[in-house]
């Protein structure tokens, strides 16, 4: 969440930069409007008007700004770090389930968050324990599904922003020729169409490269997110209870105290869990 909001907090600053220098510098250069551009920054820029400072570069940086974060955030050593499955995996070899409980509760990767989901549903059982952590794995791949359709909006709504600029160009070329009656002036007849392409070419150069990244990064969570259930279904095999062959037939025993039958058929993750907070 702190992540989040950090990244929010930068996108807007950088818009807000961008928009404050591009009215500045448009305020301080009015004059040409039409034709007459000498380098590629007034060409691909300055052209495409307040479509493309206020709408269109800002988003372009809002979705360099996600792909930076979504990279930091998104990798093995965040979502199953080597060392926490380590430290679980130790802890429950040795049978200190209380003890693994606690440390998954607190720390905050994807991992120990199913595995702590699992370790929570002892008392239901084996097969308790393998539905919840299937439903903490589908809840957290659906969260982080979820920021990544960001990138997914993004590059779905930069060529309408684009189509948008397109309309008002053609808009300024047709109001040129209404004016000119019919004889508009090439250059500024051009410019208003420069302007129309610009913000197509903004448009498709924002969302060309955030589809791109969608899919990259939908395909990486969903990778590590198998993976993580795969390491969290190997811990759990080894609380599983073993069948064995069914003994002889006995004498019956003697009737065991009500606590004792409680536990029975329990299994040992539960039994230990119950006997640690007695």
């Known amino acids: 969440m702190i992540g989040n909001v950090r990244t929010a907090r930068l996108c807007g600053a950088g818009a807000l930069l961008v928009g404050l220098f591009s009215s500045v510098a448009a305020a301080a250069d009015p004059a040409p409007t039409y034709g007459g551009y000498t380098n590629a920054l007034e060409q691909f820029f300055w052209s495409g008007g307040g479509i493309v400072w206020f709408i269109q570069f ?9 792909a930076f974060h979504y990279a930091l955030i998104f990798r093995r050593g965040t979502i199953m770090p080597d060392e926490i499955r380590q430290q679980v995996q130790a ?12 440390f998954t509760g607190a720390e905050p990767s994807m991992f120990s968050y199913i595995v702590h989901y699992a370790l929570s549903s002892a008392s239901g059982g084996y097969a308790a324990m393998r539905k919840a952590l299937d439903e903490a794995v589908e809840e957290r791949t659906t969260k982080m599904l979820r920021r990544v359709e960001y990138m997914n909006m993004i590059g779905a709504v930069s060529p309408m922003i684009g189509l948008f600029g397109t309309t008002y160009g053609i808009i300024l070329a047709l109001n040129e020729l209404v004016l000119a009656r019919g004889t508009p002036e090439p250059a500024q007849l051009a410019g208003a169409i420069s302007t129309a392409l610009v ?67 329990r299994p040992p993750v539960a039994q230990r869990l119950d006997e640690a907070g007695a």
Request: proline content about 9%; some cysteine.
């Open 58 to 66: 800002p988003l372009s940086i809002v979705m360099v700004s996600l």
């Open 91 to 102: 802890l429950i070899e040795q049978r200190q389930y209380r003890e693994a409980l606690e």
């Open 199 to 265: 913000c197509t070419f903004w448009g498709l150069m924002t969302a060309i490269p955030a589809l791109m990244l969608f899919a990259i990064f939908r395909n990486r969570v969903d990778g590590l997110a198998a993976d993580c259930a795969l390491a969290a279904e190997d811990l759990l095999g080894a609380i599983q209870p073993v069948n064995r062959p069914a003994a002889p037939a006995a004498p019956a025993p003697a009737r065991q105290p009500a606590k004792a039958e409680a536990s029975a058929g």
